[in-house]
């Protein structure tokens, strides 16, 4: 490990970390001239684990319903009987009620090694 090197990096939600460098190939091509790697992953409620927390605290994982029945967009955490608070993500910070059924503000910790 050489000093200065290695990023520390916590995260809560949607916001993912990246880390985006020069990729190599052909430097006139603009398609090849960077390259993305996420460093983090995003809380969601279609990851089993984040599901499974969020079902043994009560509460309910769907997606927004149209007036049909018919689901539009992402799935959400809502309570078991009410059609809020609807967040898109397992972890947030100051949400009273998605914390009422398991969506917590703890960090999911990780390092990378430049």
């Given at each position: 490990?050489?000093?200065g090197r ?65 689901p539009l ?42």
């Amino acid at each position: 490990m050489t000093l200065g090197r290695k990023l520390y990096m916590a995260n809560v939600g949607d916001s993912r970390g990246i880390v985006i460098r020069a990729a190599p190939g052909n430097p006139n091509d603009p398609a090849s001239q960077c390259q993305c790697t996420a460093l983090t992953r995003d809380h969601k409620p279609d990851d089993e684990d984040e599901a499974k927390r969020i079902i043994a605290n009560n509460g309910r994982i769907d997606s927004y319903r149209d007036n049909h029945g018919n689901p539009l967009g992402p799935l959400r955490v809502w309570l078991k009987s009410e059609d809020v608070p609807g967040l898109a993500m397992t972890r947030s910070f100051g949400d009273g009620v998605a914390h009422s059924v398991g969506c917590n503000a703890e960090p999911e910790m990780s390092e990378y090694q430049f």
